[in-house]
Every structure is written in C-alpha cells, then in structure tokens.
C-alpha cells in the first residue's frame, strides 16, 4: 500500500524520508554500485519510496550528491572529532587504523570518489576530506616522535593502502580488509600496544 505522508510517498508502513535519509542512500548507492548509479530511480528503490519523495527534498540529482558529499565530510569530521578526545597518540593511531580498515564502506566511498575527480566539486570535496584524514595521522605521528617530513611520506604511504585496499576488495581479491591493520602500523614505523 502507498500512503502519503507529509509529502513523501513511501511504499508499505509510515514514515517521512528526510533530506538526510536521501544523502545517506546515495552514499550507500556510491560505496556498492559506484557514482554513475547515484540516480533517483536506484536511491528511491533503496529508501522503499516514490521519486516524488526526492523532488520534496532536492531540485536535482546534483543537490543529492552534494548533500551526500557534506554528509561524507560531516561523518568524517565527527570521527575526528571523536579521535581527538583520546589523548594517548598510539592508541588514537591504533583506534584509527582499526576503524579504517574495519569500515569497509567508508573505504569504498573514497576509493569512488577518487575515481569521480573529474568532476571538480566532488574532487575538492575528496581533497579536503583526505586533506584532514592524513593531516590528523601525521599530527599523531609527530605526537609519537616521528619527524614531520617521514611522518607526512608515511600517513601518505598508509592512505595509499586504505584506498588500494578498497580497490582490490571491489574486483575481489580481498575478503577482510581488517588483516592490514597490523601491516600499515608496521609501515607506519610504530609499534603499537592492541
């Protein structure tokens, strides 16, 4: 049954779809299926609602991938945020890495948006993100006593094999992203308490 609800179709059971709802589905369509799928059609399957739904919240398809790119760099600045609060760098690092490589989606979504840098709003979006990810690594880094220039090749060194591991779990070759944890502290020159 389809019932109307504040404006918002939605299929079976009640409830409003908000603007956020609509960003966060257009970044789970981008992590599986890639940018060229963030399209009305797919995300309202997902969402279990009507285009009408899409057309409530967002002019066009280019304000949901914007709305989804500022949520991608909201979460990635609340996980930040959440970073700084433990004040122990090798923890902080560790706590990093293992949620890094234990988030396979997030992984999927830089390694997606990287592939998109053609379109200059998404590449800037990219750039800063990964910007502030490798600027809080190398920070913690230099916390630990590394010197700032081997600290900033290391953090460089250790995004690299967050999105090339991204890369081989999209055609397969890699089933739990998880195992390299230990290998990027090693590369990373630390030795880290679990």
């Given at each position: 049954?389809?019932?109307?609800?504040?404006?918002?179709?939605?299929?079976?059971?009640?409830?409003?779809?908000?603007?956020?709802?609509?960003?966060?589905?257009?970044?789970?369509?981008?992590?599986?299926?890639?940018?060229?799928?963030?399209?009305?059609?797919?995300?309202?399957?997902?969402?279990?609602?009507?285009?009408?739904?899409?057309?409530?919240?967002?002019?066009?398809?280019?304000?949901?991938?914007?709305?989804?790119?500022?949520?991608?760099?909201?979460?990635?600045?609340?996980?930040?945020?959440?970073?700084?609060?433990?004040?122990?760098?090798?923890?902080?690092?560790?706590?990093?890495?293992?949620?890094?490589?234990?988030?396979t989606r997030d992984a999927a979504i830089a390694f997606r948006?990287?592939?998109?840098?053609?379109?200059?709003?998404?590449?800037?979006?990219?750039?800063?993100?990964?910007?502030?990810?490798?600027?809080?690594?190398?920070?913690?880094?230099?916390?630990?006593?590394?010197?700032?220039?081997?600290?900033?090749?290391?953090?460089?060194?250790?995004?690299?094999?967050?999105?090339?591991?991204?890369?081989?779990?999209?055609?397969?070759?890699?089933?739990?992203?998880?195992?390299?944890?230990?290998?990027?502290?090693?590369?990373?020159?630390?030795?880290?308490?679990?």
């Amino acid at each position: 049954m389809v019932r109307l609800y504040a404006g918002v179709w939605k299929t079976g059971g009640m409830g409003r779809v908000s603007a956020q709802d609509w960003a966060r589905a257009a970044l789970d369509t981008l992590a599986e299926d890639g940018f060229a799928a963030v399209a009305v059609e797919p995300v309202a399957a997902r969402l279990g609602v009507t285009k009408g739904s899409f057309y409530w919240h967002f002019a066009n398809r280019r304000k949901l991938i914007e709305a989804a790119l500022a949520l991608w760099e909201a979460d990635s600045e609340q996980i930040i945020a959440n970073l700084r609060e433990i004040t122990d760098p090798a923890r902080r690092m560790r706590t990093l890495l293992g949620a890094a490589f234990g988030d396979t989606r997030d992984a999927a979504i830089a390694f997606r948006l990287i592939g998109a840098a053609d379109d200059p709003a998404v590449a800037e979006v990219a750039r800063r993100v990964t910007a502030r990810r490798l600027d809080v690594m190398r920070q913690t880094l230099e916390e630990l006593g590394q010197p700032p220039d081997l600290a900033r090749r290391r953090v460089l060194a250790g995004y690299g094999v967050y999105v090339g591991v991204a890369a081989l779990r999209r055609i397969g070759m890699l089933d739990d992203p998880a195992e390299f944890v230990e290998t990027a502290v090693a590369e990373m020159g630390l030795d880290l308490p679990r």
